[in-house]
């Protein structure tokens, strides 16, 4: 078998990290099985789908790097399709017209509430052999629905949730049209998974309920179906559903907020799915080692420390060139110009280790390319008291003479410690607010390498002259 999955989002609203999960795991069944990956816009609800939530879907799956081989295929573009099968299955007697209006419907749902029975639509216009058929009311647009199966029931095998079993009566007969003729999701659905030979339908558990109305469609139209896999909800670290109401950050905002794209993917592979005991792996390694058996059927819950220790471990990892190119645009925005003064990449090498956030690292970036600190008297004597000053005269002469390593001057400072019996921090923290007007920089030693003996020298000279 040639293995074909898709995505087929609503473009109704932002893409947040539980959606996001539901393009990973099909991509990678795709990927580890050789087979394809198929995304689809299903925007057949006009009045709230827009461009800008397919964009921000678009951009999402790119920044994770979750390619496609087919699409993005819209389901508004379908529509004459959609319409042809409908035509065919009203002239096989696999769906029929209904003019019950909406005044009507509501009616009869109330009555059956009041009567503590399932609301459902009770058949009225399905045409039967031998029955009397109602007249048809004038200005009425009617809906076409499916003639679902009378008696027996759906089966599946679901790949998460093992088997399955809904009884026929408890489904009604599905709406496939409105009345202007737009075609409704559940049918579209399966005509698109029919023509696009999907094999594997791999979604949330939020559409357990239409499988099995979009399993007797397809079977109606002679199609046999996919195998399903539903995933557990993912819920927010409150234990709600996932959703944009309940506070879910958008793709856009993990962006915004300095995180690396391979720690998103990540964390998203591990809301469900496990191989061992293994945390932290490569996006191939993911695609190794990926199969349905190992989704799990729990709820899986958001843990924000849990992707931020991700982005960290990520961001340790990460070369310091590619770091650098991804840290540059948040430098831009606190007004660094990474062009002027030390070296970029140098710079992220020295405070990669101590960040979260690639907002981290731009903030921590800034001290290298403000203008030198300009201490009061004052400062200079709150900080730098006068009984180190003596030390660091002569670590000013040390630095002067050592080599431009952090080896270097790593020996400079112990040259003067233990001339002038010192501990490491009564030197290093005077020194780093000479440098930065702050005791809080990275290790003295390489940041002596990073900004450079000239520009050091200058500023700790300033506050001994």
Same mark, same amino acid.
């Given at each position: 078998?040639?293995? /074909? ?21 099909? %991509?990678?069944?795709? +990927? ?7 995304? *689809? ?21 790119? %920044? ?45 749902? #109330? ?18 052999? =031998? &029955? ?12 076409? *629905?499916? &003639?679902?199966?009378?008696? !027996? ?8 949730? !093992? /088997? ?27 005509? #698109? ?95 190794? %080692? ?28 990460? #070369? ?14 606190? !007004? ?7 070296? @970029? ?8 280790? +101590? ?8 903030? =921590?970036?800034?001290? @290298? ?22 030390? @660091? ?6 630095? *002067?003479?050592?080599?431009?390593? &952090?080896? =270097?001057? !790593? ?20 020194? /780093?607010?000479?440098? @930065? ?24 000279? &300033?506050?001994?002259?």
């Amino acid at each position: 078998m040639h293995i /074909r999955t898709r995505f087929a989002p609503s473009p109704t609203g932002f893409i947040h990290l539980g959606n996001l999960r539901s393009a990973l795991y099909p %991509w990678a069944f795709a +990927r580890h099985n050789r087979g394809d990956f198929i995304l *689809r816009i299903e925007d057949t609800d006009l009045e709230r789908s827009t461009q800008e939530a397919v964009d921000v879907i678009i951009e999402g799956m790119a %920044w994770l790097g979750l390619d496609i081989d087919e699409g993005p295929i819209y389901q508004m573009q379908r529509i004459d399709r959609y319409r042809e099968v409908i035509k065919q299955m009203l002239d096989d007697g696999l769906a029929y017209p209904c003019y019950m209006s909406e005044d009507e419907l509501n009616h009869l749902r #109330d009555q059956q509430m009041a009567n503590k029975e399932k609301p459902r639509y009770n058949g009225l216009w399905r045409p039967e052999p =031998g &029955k009397t058929m109602p007249p048809i009311p004038e200005g009425i647009q009617p809906v076409i *629905r499916f &003639k679902n199966p009378i008696g !027996g029931s759906v089966v599946w095998e679901d790949a998460v949730k !093992g /088997r399955i079993e809904i009884s026929n009566d408890e489904l009604d007969d599905l709406i496939i049209a409105r009345p202007d003729g737009t075609p409704t999701y559940n049918f579209c659905v399966v005509v #698109d998974d029919l023509d696009m030979n999907i094999t594997h339908v791999i979604r949330g558990n939020d559409h357990v309920n239409n499988t099995p109305r979009q399993i007797n469609i397809m079977r109606a139209l002679g199609g046999a179906p996919p195998v399903y896999a539903h995933l557990p909800t993912v819920l927010n670290d409150s234990g709600e559903k996932m959703s944009k109401r309940n506070g879910a950050m958008s793709v856009r905002d993990y962006q915004k907020a300095g995180y690396l794209p391979e720690a998103i993917l990540n964390y998203l592979a591990r809301l469900g799915w496990s191989h061992g005991d293994a945390e932290v792996f490569t996006k191939e390694q993911f695609v190794n %080692w990926f199969d349905l058996d190992s989704l799990g059927r729990s709820p899986a819950q958001h843990n924000p420390e849990k992707l931020l220790w991700l982005n960290h471990q990520y961001i340790q990892q990460a #070369d310091p060139v590619q770091l650098a190119e991804a840290t540059k645009p948040f430098a831009h925005e606190l !007004g660094i110009n990474t062009e002027s003064g030390p070296n @970029f990449v140098e710079v992220v090498a020295l405070l990669k280790d +101590r960040a979260n956030t690639l907002i981290e690292i731009a903030e =921590g970036a800034k001290l @290298f390319y403000l203008p030198p600190p300009d201490l009061s008297k004052e400062q200079i004597d709150a900080n730098i008291p006068a009984a180190v000053v003596p030390a @660091f005269i002569d670590l000013i002469e040390a630095i *002067r003479e050592a080599p431009e390593t &952090k080896e =270097g001057y !790593g020996a400079a400072f112990k040259q003067v410690l233990s001339q002038h019996q010192l501990k490491m921090p009564a030197l290093a923290m005077p020194v /780093r607010y000479a440098l @930065f007007a702050t005791t809080q920089a990275p290790a003295i030693d390489s940041v002596l390498v990073v900004l450079g003996k000239e520009e050091a020298l200058n500023r700790l000279s &300033k506050v001994v002259q």
